[in-house]
């Protein structure tokens, strides 16, 4: 069983930057794709960027390619999402989750088998 908590969201304005982590506890998740995905108030839940157990491969959603970059330290057991020109689009709520061992860019939710609680991301104008 592996444990999943997401810290660094809080309000920010808009053109702000913020860097959300996810730490593991439990087991390693160095063998393992892991995912940042978010969901706004009334949206269905969506994906945001995916990175291969190496870190060597990234995949990120078309609204956030350019601005968000995904990153790990295995040696830490924890994930990053560093979040720049924020927009208010971009609030949500962010989670982190833990996928398979083969990276496929991992955009689908089913690919994911343990999740985070979730953190509150709100971009202000």
């Known amino acids: 069983q592996v444990q999943l908590v997401e810290s660094g969201g809080g309000l920010v304005q808009a053109g702000g930057s913020l860097r959300l982590s996810c730490a593991a506890s439990?087991?390693?998740?160095?063998?393992?794709?892991m995912g940042w995905f978010r969901q706004a108030p009334g949206k269905e839940r969506e994906f945001v960027a995916s990175?291969?157990?190496?870190?060597?491969?990234?995949h990120y959603a078309d609204s956030v390619k350019g601005r968000f970059t995904i990153s790990r330290d295995n040696a830490k057991n924890t994930v990053y999402l560093q979040m720049n020109d924020l927009k208010p689009e971009d609030t949500a709520v962010y989670y982190c989750?833990?996928?398979?061992?083969?990276?496929?860019?991992?955009?689908?939710?089913?690919?994911?088998?343990?999740w985070g609680q979730g953190t509150q991301v709100t971009v202000s104008l």
């Open positions: 439990g087991r390693t998740i160095s063998t393992s794709t």
């Open positions: 990175i291969s157990r190496s870190g060597v491969s990234t």
């Open positions: 989750a833990k996928g398979s061992y083969y990276y496929t860019q991992a955009t689908d939710m089913t690919e994911y088998g343990y």
